[in-house]
């Protein structure tokens, strides 16, 4: 198997970028994206760090991290800047993701929309159940979860989700990890453990959702008729 | 109706957090709350930051807007910390959300169990295709999309959630706003317009597995033996 290397890895400049700042970039993507979606093709910083919710002065020096200084006067240009992004994200690659968990978190990350342009494809998804085993979903036919080990090494994939029940998740994880892979995103309801050098990141869905209410309390006093003492 | 303030803006020091500080203290509960979990009393600084991904100094500051500094020599308690963020994201009382429609992704959200500890209560399912409505889903009886108004009326709906296709997206914005939503969150594949006053935040579930690949490249030199260009 041939090893390809990222430009800027194979020119020695591929140093660590740290970790905060890997984690805005896909959020400078994101509002990239949305930018050009909208016919724009140059922008200052400052509009770039609004759209992204960030201060512009950290904006420019995340993005300096990636050798991109903007323009004077200028500011960047978006489709060299989405390169730029997309390149140190690697996504100038596809990795390759199993699910696990094929109910309806599984089923709509299946067929969710923003992945292929990220440079993530869903190359498997296997389930537990026997009745899901076999059906179709986002043309792609469920394998059983019996079968993980083998579609990991066959497909080469990079990348574990997890989405089962949280009863099943640590289950999965120990499996996945057994199987070789190093880097697992987890939808489920559960603390997993795994050994070091094993990146597991958690999807938490109410985030956005915190952060309207919190708006929202703003804007109208707090008007619900309903009101707790603390959260459990 | 009787109007609740909470107790920040009842005494008059509900002054606004910077939005950046506002986007991270749902990260800092999540943190607070995996250590809670795994039995931690007390943590530093130090700990609370890296679990969530900031730098020390910065979780610091963040948490003097709430009026928390910890204790030198043995940093925050957990507990009245998680009080203290949830009360400030207006977590100590539940916030009514409609979910428009009830595909995979919408039933997912309708049975994500991370949102009732979050004061976030799912009170309404629409969906504009007749072979949905009256199903129940999540223990709730789906409704057509056309009462969708009368529904905001009723229950007092506070955020509207966009789990439609995209080309749906902004009609169901549309009448969201015009039924006098102004928080609405989207996770449907398009970008919405709406009014000046109404927030809309839109969720990416493509950005914790980008920051996935990122290490993953890291890690392996990019093993993948494809190879694209630019991404889309």
Sequence with gaps: MTILRSPRLADGS??????????????YLRALN????????????NELAEQAGVN????????SYLGSYGTRGVGYDVEYLRYQIAREMGQTQDWDVVIVGVGNLGSALSAYQGFSARGIRVAALVDADPQRVGTVVSDIVVSSVD????????RKIAIGVIATPGTAAQEVADRLVAAGITSILNFAPAIVQVPDGVDVRKVDLSIELQILAYHEQRKTGTTSTTSKEVIA
Tied chains: 1, 2.
């Design 34 to 45: 949305s930018l050009a979606e909208q016919g724009v093709l140059s922008c200052a910083s």
């Design 147 to 154: 079968e993980l080990e083998a579609i990991v090494a066959e």
């Design 14 to 27: 591929g140093r660590g970028i740290p970790d905060a700042t890997v984690a805005r970039l896909p959020v």
């Design 56 to 63: 512009p002065a950290k904006l420019r020096k995340d993005l």
